[in-house]
């Protein structure tokens, strides 16, 4: 669901037996305006390390190089499918939440709202391969309502993530499964590309409900992507001091290949 927003202690109606599962929460009811409030509407340190990050892989692909890539639980952050936009010639938005969807299909339609352009500005100049405009870079880019149980194997060259595995569950068991479909998304010697929020807890937008989150640092990476891929690389971004009170640690960065053979 991309990054997470302000933690908070759960209220009596937050409280469930056992670690919740991305099933129990209501994704539909995605916090939109208050997670863009929170987190996107201006450049935050933490975005420019992200983005740093993943233009240092895309400009290692020719223009056009990739038929397809994925962005896994899109959410609403619009900057991981700009920086698709010069190497992807279609980028698939895969989001389950209807909130989430219905504000990705109004930036295609009508343009990015004002506050990306910094975003794409900074994205531009560390991949001057990018179209001029945002609006152009993200013409690539197909939303597509589902869920990571959707995905075909070997589907894509490339996969992203962002802020995604660690903020949709409790239980690190489900976190291993989601990464693992995020890997097998792509075909064997595909690239990968994510972001997690360093030991997160479950966490609060606003005033709403307690959403679950999995804390993880580099550790619990390594022990879930390096049986699944090679040449895996994480860094770390310190923790953001301008974003609201989260409770993670700082950001863990991560990039790939997908193993031949079995993934697990």
């Known amino acids: 669901m991309d990054r997470a927003g302000s933690p908070g202690p759960p209220r009596p109606q937050d409280r469930v037996l056992g670690p919740r599962r991305n099933r129990d929460a209501d994704w539909n009811a995605w916090p939109v305006a208050d997670y863009l409030a929170e987190n ?4 935050h340190p933490c975005d420019v390390g992200v983005i740093r990050h993943h233009a240092a892989v895309y400009r290692t692909i020719a223009p056009g190089a990739l038929c397809r890539t994925l962005e896994l639980g899109a959410g609403p952050n619009l900057y991981p499918l700009m920086q698709a936009g010069a190497a992807s010639l279609r980028v698939d938005a895969l989001e389950p939440s209807a909130a989430n969807v ?7 339609t009508d343009g ?3 506050s990306w352009r ?3 500005t900074l994205c531009r100049s560390l991949d ?18 589902g869920v990571a149980e959707d995905l075909t ?4 060259a490339l996969a992203s993530m962002n802020f995604v595995a660690e903020s949709v569950t409790e239980d690190f068991a489900e976190f291993t499964v989601l990464c693992d479909a995020f890997v097998r998304a792509v075909r064997p010697g595909g690239r990968l590309v994510a972001s997690f929020m360093e030991r997160m807890p479950s966490y609060r937008i606003g ?4 959403w679950p989150a999995c804390p993880v640092d580099g550790a619990a990476l390594r022990a879930v992507f390096a049986p699944r891929t090679t040449g895996l690389r ?12 989260y409770g993670d640690t700082g950001v863990l960065l991560l990039t790939a290949l997908r193993r031949d053979g079995p993934t697990a």
């Open 40 to 43: 996107y509407r201006r450049l």
């Open 102 to 108: 219905r504000y990705l299909r109004q930036q295609l």
């Open 112 to 114: 990015p709202d004002d």
């Open 118 to 120: 910094p975003f794409y």
């Open 128 to 145: 001057p391969a990018l179209p001029e405009s945002c609006t152009e870079a993200l013409r690539r880019v197909r939303v597509v309502p």
């Open 153 to 156: 194997d070997g589907t894509y």
């Open 207 to 210: 005033t709403g409900p307690v």
């Open 234 to 245: 994480i860094e770390r971004l310190a923790k953001d001091r301008t974003l609201p009170e």
